[in-house]
């Protein structure tokens, strides 16, 4: 029985936060993945793109909930994530022609592009800023729960209560439609073939016909929608501030970098990486070891590594390490 309480502590306090965390992790990375390997350059306004992206979904939210239009059980911004996805789409590829086109005319080296990405990092910053304000906005509405901690005790008898947040479980299932129609879309259409294409030999693409054009304005638009989603997911489950996504692009990176930056699956798996990490480090183990182990043996601590302000620290070391040792990633990236 304290093996079941310590295991359901254990899904509590880390493996579920650890997927859903791990999920939107791995979309932000897929974008900076597809933004490396399609455009050749590290996107450093993408966290940015996730905060713009979830602004509006937080207006079209509000405005929905004005007019009586709920998601029921499922929190509204889920119905208003396709429009916020389409104004971020319009806001990236208005970026890509005012700003990186020209620069992408001129072969500028990606170093260029980086600092470029910096300052548009810092006037989308602003902008959100303008739009939305810098107080905390927790939009989540719908069903709190998807499993009742009280209705899993009393069905079990375990002094412990297994809680899955509503927001947690569609964390996890977008994110897994969302990487499985990318790589449908990657490896079934003409398109995402084309892109494909592009990104290992842009030389030899441009001789079999393929469009830059093209090619380039789907990307943008899938890293859009990508990080629109992704910055959504992440608001539902803990809640809006502007300069908390700014905080993001260090563990979307490092999530690309472990994984093998240019590589999609790479992406998705340093993003769980990257996750469960930052959770084991800075999770207090004292509660599940409490099951496992005679209390006079624990003595007072939490038997926590870090405290959670280092959690970014984690994601740091971990980039460091992997830079210094396996800079190609897990599954080989660029």
């Known amino acids: 029985?304290?093996?079941?309480?310590?295991?359901?502590?254990?899904?509590?306090?880390?493996?579920?936060?650890?997927?859903?965390?791990?999920?939107?992790?791995?979309l932000g990375a897929l974008g900076v993945t597809l933004i490396f390997g399609v455009?050749?350059?590290?996107?450093?306004?993408?966290g940015d793109t996730m905060a713009f992206g979830t602004a509006f979904v937080?207006?079209?939210?509000?405005?929905?909930?004005?007019m009586g239009i709920t998601g029921g059980p499922l929190p509204t911004a889920l119905l208003a994530l396709p429009f916020g996805i389409a104004v971020t789409i319009a806001m990236v590829l208005g970026t890509d022609r005012v700003v990186y086109r020209f620069y992408r005319r001129q072969r500028a080296k990606p170093i260029i592009l980086v600092i470029v990405s910096a300052g548009v990092m810092f006037v989308m910053n602003g902008l959100v800023r303008m739009i939305i304000g810098t107080s905390e906005k927790n939009f989540t509405d719908g069903s709190?729960?998807?499993?009742?901690?009280?209705?899993?005790?009393?069905?079990?008898?375990l002094a412990e209560p297994l809680a899955i947040k509503t927001t947690q479980a569609v964390s996890v299932v977008v994110a897994v439609v969302c990487v499985a129609l990318l790589f449908w879309f990657l490896q079934k259409t003409r398109t995402g073939k084309s892109m494909r294409?592009?990104?290992?030999?842009?030389?030899?693409?441009?001789?079999?016909g393929i469009n830059p054009d093209r090619v380039v304005m789907v990307t943008w638009?899938?890293?859009?929608?990508l990080a629109c989603i992704a910055g959504t997911l992440y608001g539902l489950d803990k809640s809006f501030r502007v300069f908390v996504y700014f905080g993001l692009l260090l563990p979307i990176f490092a999530a690309a970098i472990v994984g093998g930056l240019g590589s999609p699956l790479g992406a998705i798996v340093g993003g769980y990486v990257i996750a469960f990490s930052e959770l084991i480090v800075t999770s207090a183990w004292r509660k599940i070891l409490g099951y496992l182990a005679p209390p006079d043996w624990l003595g007072p601590g939490l038997y926590q590594a870090l405290s959670t302000d280092y959690k970014v620290a984690v994601?740091?070391?971990?980039?460091?390490?992997?830079?210094?040792?396996?800079?190609?990633?897990i599954f080989g990236g660029k």
């Open 221 to 225: 638009m899938i890293a859009g929608a």
């Open 144 to 157: 709190r729960f998807l499993l009742d901690p009280k209705t899993f005790r009393d069905a079990t008898g």
């Open 58 to 66: 937080i207006l079209f939210t509000w405005w929905f909930q004005s």
């Open 1 to 26: 029985m304290d093996f079941l309480n310590a295991l359901v502590a254990f899904s509590n306090f880390i493996l579920i936060p650890g997927l859903a965390y791990g999920s939107q992790l791995a």
């Open 39 to 46: 455009l050749r350059f590290s996107n450093f306004a993408h």
């Open 315 to 329: 994601s740091f070391v971990i980039l460091i390490v992997v830079l210094l040792f396996r800079p190609q990633g």
């Open 197 to 208: 294409a592009y990104s290992d030999n842009e030389d030899l693409a441009l001789l079999s």
